[in-house]
Nanobody, 127 residues
Framework: QVQLVESGGGLAQAGGSLRLSCAAS???????????MGWFRQAPGKEREFVAT????????YYAYTVRGRFTISRDNAKNAVYLQMNSLKPEDTAVYYC?????????????????WGQGTQVTVSS
């Protein structure tokens, strides 16, 4: 079982940057490196959508086309943490951002494939 806590959200201007962090608590004998990780977001009045995902060892990642080239997902398995570096922010990036985890092997973009979720962190981008 995994507990996830996001942080780093806040207010940014268009063109600015924010870095989100997600701290994971993993119940033994499982280890953080056994989980693929994802970031999703939900804007007001919209459904939650995929943002980025990273493999267990951090060697592979995949992004939604809306954030490709601007956002970077990374992880530190020694620290049980995953990050989302967000650059060139746009007002349409405004949303609650959620960290997610799943024990599957391959990269996954579908929300239904993730078993564990954080409480979310608000990101607001002003124009």
């Amino acid at each position: 079982q995994v507990q996830l806590v996001e942080s780093g959200g806040g207010l940014a201007q268009a063109g600015g940057s924010l870095r989100l962090s997600c701290a994971a608590s993993v119940r033994t004998p499982s280890t953080f490196s056994g989980y693929r990780m994802g970031w999703f977001r939900q804007a007001p009045g919209k459904e939650r959508e995929f943002v980025a995902t990273i493999s267990r060892n951090g060697g592979s990642s995949y992004y939604a086309y809306t954030v490709r080239g601007r956002f970077t997902i990374s992880r530190d398995n020694a620290k049980n943490a995953v990050y989302l570096q967000m650059n060139s922010l746009k007002p349409e990036d405004t949303a609650v951002y959620y960290c997610s985890a799943d024990g599957g092997q391959y990269l996954q973009t579908r929300e239904s494939e993730y078993d564990y979720w954080g409480q979310g962190t608000q990101v607001t981008v002003s124009s």
